[in-house]
């Protein structure tokens, strides 16, 4: 792919210009190169990637490789389950867009040479298995990216990198008529018909986070690209773009800033949680319903999470492994056995995120909790562990074992999230719509920088919606942009 080292204005003669190099942009590339129009992309950093070089599996309904599998998940009952989870508060048209497309989406990608061998389940007893991972499945994002460079190279699109755009051009008439952008710290300017934006979110913008989100906590971990920082978004407004669905977060669990094997450890539904008054908030197997974690997560003091567990449960997880799926970022996946566990807390302990004491004193002074406090919540989980039955939360007895085998240990964690869901209004074309919800001529807008395709708690059921659509939306938005440019 040719990277434009020596780019100049009259040599740059697109007609569809995408913004950002993720998955969302290359695969826009792609599709309206597919379709015959010349594509530029243009990418901030030195390399395309994005959120979606991160990313596992996408989602899609009714694929072949469903089929094949003998998996049921029908494109109606795909539809109607993200309708009533968003209790209709999603955008039913983008939805069913993205739905219908998404089986397509992965016979496209299969022709392409990128096998998808695994659609796993998120968590036990979900209903739609939708979760398409390919070969080595947990780099499927990256493979992808491989991918979509190889085939713009063949298709003849051109990437300019370290080239961040600064300003959608317009004309009177408020059409789309190019963009302005910085490269090698020279102005350049681009004319073309149509422009699609694929920045991404905003995750890496603590200022637009405390603008949008209002709860935002400088203790909270944002595990994206930190590059990711809203520049599409705040383009489009500047030129009259509508918003929908800013403030919503792609919560995770609490998040150890260490380690991975300990943060995959401190989010085992074996342990007990606590906030930091010393109290549980929670039936602790909402681990494996990611987001709806998150949410719990969000409502405690300074969002953070204190997670407990004594010698006993450790020797379990070292013997036995990981019970959950994990977590994208810990790379530690169910059954791995964690033996060298021991070892990594007593050093993280004297990094001071993690303590380990003879008693539950020496833990609640740790903390800042009064010690009757704490020991009172423990002795109330000791109690529900010995009768099978947690009388506050309903935890599934398989998940309840007593903390009474010192030393103990506790780990600090903060409420994390992996992306920003929201912002650029459109419609099911991936056209971005204006304050009168009348298209923006010429202008598309594809992936997490977009919104009205998830509500305010991102779908755990629906696994893999965030890269299915930005893949998705990135196809429909790359084909529409052609049809514009090239009047078909």
Known sequence: MNSGKNANEESLIPEVLVI???????????????????????EKRGAPGGNTAMAIGLLAADSAVQKR????????????AAMNYSHWRINPRIFRAFVEKSGDTIQWLEEKGLKFNEIPSMYPGQVFRTWHCAEASRGTGAL???????????????????????????????????????????????????????????????????????????????????????????????IGAATEGLGTLMLHPHCYPGPVHINAVAAQPLLVWVNKNGERFTDETITFHYTECG???????????????????????????????GLRETGVWAGAKLTNLGKELQLEGKKGGVKISGSWDGIAKWMGVAPQVLK????????????????????DRRYLQALRTPPYYAIRCYLSFLTTLGGIKINQH???????????????????????????????????????????????????????????
């Open 20 to 42: 950002g190099g993720g998955g969302t942009g290359l695969a826009a590339a792609v599709t309206a190169a597919e379709k015959g129009a010349k594509v530029i992309v243009l």
């Open 430 to 488: 991936m056209e971005v719509l204006n304050n009168q919800d009348n298209p923006i001529p010429g202008l598309y807008a594809g992936g997490d920088t977009t919104g009205g395709w998830e509500s305010d708690t991102y779908c755990m059921s629906l696994a893999g919606s965030a890269f299915g659509f930005a893949i998705n939306s990135g196809r429909i938005a790359g084909e529409n942009a052609a049809k514009y440019v090239l009047g078909k």
């Open 144 to 238: 992808l990216i491989k991918l979509f460079r190889k085939q713009c190279d063949d298709l003849g699109v051109r990437l300019l990198t370290g080239c961040p755009v600064k300003k959608i051009l317009t004309s009177e008439k408020r059409e789309v008529t190019g963009i302005l952008a910085e490269m090698k710290g020279q102005e350049l300017k681009i004319a073309a018909k149509s422009v699609i934006i694929a920045t991404g979110g905003y995750g890496g913008n603590k200022t637009l986070l405390k603008k949008y989100f209002p709860a935002y906590h400088d203790n909270m971990c944002y595990i994206g690209v930190p590059h990711v920082t809203g520049d599409g978004l705040l383009m489009a407004i500047e």
């Open 376 to 395: 009172a919540t423990i002795e109330e989980y000791n109690l529900f562990c010995d009768r099978g039955y947690d009388a506050v939360f309903a935890k």
């Open 295 to 325: 949410n719990a997560v969000n409502r405690q003091p300074n969002k953070t999470v204190y997670t407990l567990f004594d010698e006993k449960i450790k020797n379990r997880i070292m013997e036995e492994g990981i019970l959950t799926l």
């Open 69 to 80: 599998m003998s998996i049921s998940a029908p494109k109606d009952e795909v539809f109607k």
